[in-house]
């Protein structure tokens, strides 16, 4: 069984630097498209990110210049990694595998 577990979300002040992994075990990384979503609290769900099996990237425009998805194929983990966090970036973010697997979300507060 497929499992995804994010982590490395807290509280960070405008303009600074967050790093979110997604570990994911039963499978390995290489095998999917895996992306980021976020949702803030009375919105939808949005699309962050997408990384495919072949490593091209997609970013959301609102993210575009300031996010980086990657993958390390030996640690089994898909990084999102966030820059010049602005406070509309606050939300729980969460990983997938080919929109399949789902982890369970880790939050992001943006705040002075």
């Known amino acids: 069984q497929v499992r995804l577990r994010e982590s490395g979300g807290g509280l960070v002040q405008p303009g600074g630097s967050l790093r979110l992994s997604c570990a994911v075990s039963g499978n390995s990384v290489s095998r999917y498209t895996m992306g980021w979503y976020r949702q803030a609290p009375g919105k939808q769900r949005e699309w962050v990110a997408t990384?495919?099996?072949?490593?091209?990237?997609d970013y959301a425009d609102s993210v575009k210049g300031r996010f980086t998805i990657s993958r390390d194929n030996s640690e089994n983990t898909v990084y999102l990694q966030m820059n010049s966090l602005k406070p509309g970036d606050a939300a729980v973010y969460y990983c997938?595998?080919?929109?399949?697997?789902w982890g369970q979300g880790t939050q992001v507060t943006v705040s002075s």
């Open positions: 997938h595998a080919n929109l399949d697997y």
């Open positions: 990384l495919t099996r072949s490593d091209s990237a």
